[in-house]
Each structure stands twice: as structure tokens, then as C-alpha cells.
């Protein structure tokens, strides 16, 4: 049988004004748990401090959704434009190839808005040429990002302006021999 008898010491002040140390003997279960008893408190706490991580972590990957998105966007602009500028085409409405592969990025990133698009037709060895048949060109695009969402509403929350949200650069480049046309 298992004993459930706790003993403590007690100090109590004889009449005399003496200190004198007692052993006494307090059964377990008819010790107060008051501190044991009333747990509410603690579960809001510990709910704060979880809740307040967890937003914490949406709002990171909110803006990482954001830029992977914008990266992802202009990753396949810069592909689809620089496979239809390698074969040579041109659209109907402009006079240069440059011109049409320009068109070709703005047309594929829609709504986006790029900072800037960059073209460069360059030869084997490194000379710049028009962009004959079987040379070489590069394609840059870049595009600015402020992360607006869900990082500057909690921004604006703590007394920040939303326009002091984080701005990031997304660029996509790439560089494709042009076909035999």
C-alpha cells in the first residue's frame, strides 16, 4: 500500500516568543490544489502566445507566395519570349524583333508591370550584331515588388505607414542561340 502522507515542517512561535520547529503529518488529498484547480488562465495565455506565432508565420509565407508568383510569372514570360524571338518572328504591327519579343514579354506578364525588359543580340564571340541566324541572345526582365497584403495590413496595425512595407527586386534572365531562319 502506498503511503499518502506527506510530512512537513512547521515553524510556530512559542508563547514565550521561541522559535519551535514541528513535524507534522497532511494527507495528500485533503491538501488544497487551488493552484491546480483554476487552469482558465493559463489556456488563454498559452492560446495567445501560439496564435500570435502562427500569424506571424502567414504573413511570412503570404509574401513568400507573393514573390514566388512574381518570379515564377516572369520566369515563363522570359522562356515563351525568347523561344518565339530565337526563331526569327516578327508580329504583324511592329518593324524589329526586338520590338516583337518587347511585345511578346508584356503580353505574357499581363497585369504585372515590369520595370524593365533588356535585349541583347551578340555574336560566338562576344560582338554585338543584329541577331542573325544562329547567334546568340540575352533577355533580362525585372520588376519591383512591395509586399502590400497581409504584411502591410499588420504594418498598419502596429503604426507603420502601409507604404513602409518590404520592396523587393524579382529579376528573370536568360540566354538562347537564335534558330536558322
Known amino acids: ?11 510556530r512561535r512559542s508563547e514565550e516568543g521561541e522559535l519551535k520547529s514541528e513535524v ?3 494527507d495528500r488529498t485533503a491538501r488544497p490544489f487551488r493552484f491546480r484547480l483554476n487552469r482558465k488562465g493559463q489556456t488563454l495565455v498559452e492560446f495567445a502566445f501560439v496564435f500570435l506565432i502562427f500569424i506571424v508565420l502567414i504573413c511570412m509565407l503570404s509574401g ?6 512574381n518570379w515564377i510569372v516572369l520566369q ?3 522562356s515563351d519570349a525568347s523561344r518565339f524571338g530565337s526563331l526569327g518572328k516578327i508580329d504583324v504591327g511592329f518593324n524589329s524583333r526586338e520590338a516583337s519579343i518587347r511585345n511578346r514579354v508584356v503580353q505574357t506578364t499581363g497585369q504585372l508591370g515590369l520595370n524593365s525588359v533588356s535585349i541583347e543580340f551578340f555574336d560566338q564571340v562576344g560582338g554585338s550584331t543584329a541577331g542573325s541566324s544562329s547567334e546568340y541572345f540575352k533577355m533580362k526582365v525585372s520588376r519591383t515588388i512591395q509586399l502590400k497584403g497581409m504584411v502591410g495590413f499588420f504594418l498598419s496595425l502596429a503604426g507603420f505607414s502601409p507604404s513602409a512595407a518590404p520592396i523587393y527586386q524579382v529579376n528573370a534572365s536568360t540566354v538562347i542561340r537564335n534558330e536558322p531562319f
Not at 513568400?64 to 508568383?69: K, R, S, V
Open 1 to 11: 500500500m502506498v503511503n499518502t502522507r506527506l510530512y512537513f515542517f512547521l515553524n
Open 24 to 26: 507534522t503529518k497532511m
Open 64 to 69: 513568400l507566395t507573393q514573390i514566388a508568383y
Open 76 to 78: 515563363y514570360a522570359v
